[in-house]
């Protein structure tokens, strides 16, 4: 995996370039001298983020509407307060 830098001034003048670039690993904007940003393909985002899905999408999969899901209800007690 190669890692490009380009400034904030290339990438505005040819973002094609860049996106090139990211293809074949990241590419580092920079402002004034410094790294800003780093550009990648949406599908390495994905595989450095991880896809994590949330409650409602994971029960519906295909395959779980047989499962039995009853959970124990919480009990929670009150307690005394002492405001004396």
Do not use: C, W
Not at 15 to 24: D, E, I, M
Not at 32 to 42: E, F
């Amino acid at each position: 995996m190669s890692v490009t830098s380009l400034s904030s001034r290339e990438l505005n003048h040819d973002v094609g370039r860049a996106k090139k670039a990211a293809q074949k690993g990241p590419v580092v904007i920079t402002d004034r001298g410094k790294p800003s940003h780093v550009l990648m393909t949406y599908s390495e985002f994905e595989r450095l983020t991880g896809r994590r899905g949330n409650l409602v999408d994971a029960l519906s999969m295909p395959g779980l509407s047989g499962i039995e899901l009853d959970p124990p209800r919480a009990e929670i007690a009150s307690r005394e307060v002492d405001l004396s």
